[in-house]
């Protein structure tokens, strides 16, 4: 499970691996290589540690573009959906 909060522009999470206690950004969150070369194969060619850099660069770049909270929003249950997570 994952419990996401969104303030503003800024985007953080929790997992049941912190008892939900701990929100941290994205930059702190260990992120599946192979996850990110599904949605990036282009980094492919990265090193693993630039891999998840250029990713999370990305992520904080799209958030940056979105028009507020809702839009944030929308786009965080859209992207957890589609690796299987549920809304509850």
């Known amino acids: 499970m994952v419990i996401v909060r969104i303030e503003d522009k800024n985007v953080s999470f929790a997992t049941s691996d912190t008892n ?21 194969p282009e980094l492919r060619r990265l090193p693993d540690k630039e891999i998840r850099k250029e990713a999370v660069k990305r992520f904080k770049n799209h958030i940056q573009n979105l028009g507020g909270e809702d839009d944030i929003k929308k786009y965080i249950i859209a992207e957890l959906e589609k690796e299987g997570y549920v809304l509850k």
Request: hydrophobic share 50%; proline share 5%.
């Open 20 to 40: 939900f206690s701990q929100f941290v950004p994205i930059d702190n969150l260990n992120l599946s290589i192979q996850g990110i070369l599904k949605e990036f």
